[in-house]
C-alpha cells in the first residue's frame, strides 16, 4: 500500500512539473522521478529486510536461553545464510559469534541420525523442554489409570514460516496407534514447528493389576508430512502405563530443484459464478491445507514436493467440490481438473429409539445441505455427538461421508412410518455412502453406560439445488 501511496504521489509530482518545462526537461525529469521512486522502493525492502534480520535473531537468543539446541542449530544456519548482508547481522555479528560458539559446544555430543528428509535426535532429558514435556505426557498416562501409553515426539520443520506441520498416524488396519490430543485420539494432528506431538494407543484388553505392564507394547508408523518438506515415516513403540520420550524429528525441506508444479482447473455447474473462489491443496490424507485463489477459472501451485495429494474448492456457502486426487511429479507441471456444484438441500425424516426402551420411538424431520454435519442433541434423548456428515455433491449424488455408529443401507417396501429396525443388523465396511432420493438407512451405535444400543432410521424424501442458476445473457434478453 505504502508503495502504491508512493507512486500516484511521484505521479503527481512529475505531471505538474511537466506542464511547465519542454520535451528535454520533461525527459529528463521523468528519469529523476523514476529513480526516486525506485530508491524509496529499495528503502523500504531495505527496512523489512532489517526487520525480519531481528525476527530470526531473537529467535536464535530465544532457542539458546530454552536449551534446544538442536532448533538453535538450524535457526544459526538460516540466519547467516540470508541476512548476512544486513546492517542488523553486522551490528549483532560479534553476539551472533558467541551464541555459534556455544550451539557448537551444546551439540557435540549429541548423537544424531542424519539423512536428507530429516535429522533425528535422542530426546535430552536434562532440559527444560523435555521435562515440561515428560510431566505432561505422565499426566496424561495417569488419567486414564495405566490403560493407555504414551511416546513423546518432538517435531520441527527446518522452515517453520512456509507451513504447519501434519503429523498422521499410518493408515493401515494394523496400525494401532494415533496422536493424542483433546483427550481422545486422532488420526491426524496438527502443530506448530517446535511442538511435541504425544503419540499413544489404549490397551483395554489389559487388566489394570496387571504386574506384566513392561511386556505389553504396541509398534506402529506414523507420518510426518507438508507440502515443501519431505514426507517422513517414523516406527514408534508405545508401551502401556508408560509415558516415553521418543526423540526429536527436524524435518528438511525440500530443495526447489527438487519440487514441481501443480496447475487446477476448475470446470463450474451452470449457473455457478467462482467470483471470489479459492483453490486448497493438502498432502493426501492431512488436514492441514494450502489455500491459493482462482484467477479465472484456474490456478498453478508452484515449486511443491513431489507426491500424493488432495485438491479441492475451499470452504464456500453457496457450492463446492468432492476432493480430487493428483500426482506432482519432479520437474514437470501436473494439471487437473475439479467440478464445482452448487450445494444441495437434503431433506429428511427420521425415527429413533434405545433398546432399552423399544416401544417409545422418537419421530421428527431435519433440513440439511451438502458439507455439513447434525448432532441431534435434544431430538435424540443421550446422543451428543453428530450423526450424519454429507460430503460435498458430485454431480449426481453425494456421501454419508460419516456417522460416528454403524450404518448400513435398506431395501424394504415396508412403510418407513411402521419400519422396524432390521434383526440383522451386519453393517458394511465404511468409506461413506452414496445416497438419492427414496433411500433409506439404519444406523446403530452401543451407549457409553452399555446399557443398550442407540438405533436410528433414516429416510431421504427429498435433495435440491441451493439457490437458482443465474440467467445467461441470451434469457435475459
Request: hydrophobic share 35%; proline share 3%; with cysteine.
Amino acid at each position: 500500500m505504502k508503495r502504491i501511496l508512493f507512486s500516484i504521489i511521484c505521479v503527481s509530482l512529475v505531471s505538474a512539473a511537466f506542464a511547465k518545462a519542454d520535451a528535454s526537461d520533461k525527459n529528463a525529469q521523468l528519469i529523476q522521478a523514476t529513480k526516486d521512486s525506485n530508491l524509496e522502493e529499495a528503502k523500504e525492502s531495505t527496512t523489512e529486510e532489517e526487520y525480519k534480520a531481528q525476527k530470526k535473531f531473537l529467535q536464535l537468543q530465544s532457542s539458546v536461553d530454552e536449551e534446544d539446541y538442536m532448533m538453535a542449530q538450524f535457526v544459526l544456519s538460516s540466519f547467516q545464510k540470508e541476512f548476512a548482508g544486513t546492517d542488523f547481522y553486522k551490528k549483532y555479528s560479534k553476539k551472533t559469534n558467541e551464541l555459534a560458539r556455544k550451539i557448537k559446544k551444546m551439540t557435540k555430543s549429541i548423537k544424531v541420525e542424519d539423512k536428507i528428509e530429516y535429522v533425528f535426535a535422542a530426546p535430552r532429558l536434562e532440559t527444560k523442554l523435555w521435562q515440561k514435556y515428560m510431566s505432561q505426557a505422565e499426566m496424561m498416562v495417569s488419567q486414564r489409570q495405566g490403560r493407555i501409553g504414551i511416546a513423546v515426539l518432538r517435531v520441527v520443520f527446518e522452515d517453520e514460516n512456509i507451513e504447519r506441520p501434519s503429523v498422521m498416524s499410518d493408515r493401515s488396519s494394523e496400525n494401532q496407534i494415533h496422536i493424542y490430543q483433546g483427550g481422545g485420539y486422532s488420526l491426524v494432528g496438527n502443530c506448530q514447528s517446535g511442538d511435541a506431538v504425544f503419540i499413544g494407543s489404549e490397551f483395554w484388553n489389559c487388566r489394570a493389576s496387571d504386574s506384566n505392564d513392561k511386556d505389553i507394547s504396541i509398534i506402529g508408523d506414523i507420518v510426518i508430512g507438508g507440502i515443501y518438506h519431505y514426507p517422513t515415516r517414523l516406527k514408534i513403540e508405545v508401551q502401556r502405563g508408560k509415558a516415553i520420550a521418543f526423540g526429536e524429528v527436524i524435518v528438511r525441506s525440500i530443495p526447489e530443484k527438487y519440487r514441481g508444479n501443480l496447475k487446477v482447473k476448475v470446470e463450474a455447474e451452470e449457473g455457478v459464478e467462482l467470483t471470489n473462489a479459492d483453490v486448497s491443496l493438502a498432502v493426501s490424507g492431512s488436514y492441514s491445507w494450502k489455500t491459493m485463489p482462482l484467477k479465472g477459472n484456474s490456478c498453478l501451485f508452484s515449486s511443491v514436493g513431489p507426491g500424493s495429494y488432495s485438491v479441492k474448492l475451499a470452504s464456500n456457502s453457496t457450492f463446492g467440490s468432492a476432493s480430487q486426487s493428483a500426482v506432482v511429479v519432479l520437474g514437470q507441471t501436473t494439471e487437473v481438473t475439479i467440478n464445482a456444484y452448487r450445494h444441495r438441500s437434503i431433506e429428511f425424516d427420521w425415527r429413533f429409539h434405545r433398546t432399552n426402551e423399544p416401544n417409545n420411538w422418537f419421530s421428527g424431520q431435519k433440513t440439511m445441505k451438502t458439507n455439513e454435519s447434525w448432532q441431534p442433541d435434544a431430538e435424540w434423548p443421550g446422543v451428543h455427538y453428530p450423526v450424519a456428515e454429507f460430503g460435498d455433491w458430485t454431480g449426481d449424488t453425494c456421501k454419508i461421508r460419516s456417522s460416528n455408529g454403524r450404518l448400513i443401507h435398506i431395501d424394504t417396501n415396508e412403510p418407513f412410518e411402521k419400519m422396524s429396525f432390521p434383526l440383522n443388523f451386519s453393517p458394511f465396511s465404511y468409506d461413506g455412502c452414496p445416497i438419492k432420493e427414496g433411500d433409506v438407512f439404519a444406523w446403530q451405535r452401543e451407549e457409553q453406560k452399555k446399557e443398550g444400543f442407540f438405533e436410528a432410521l433414516i429416510h431421504i424424501r427429498k435433495i435440491t439445488p441451493v439457490g437458482l442458476p443465474r440467467q445467461t445473457k441470451q434469457a435475459s434478453q
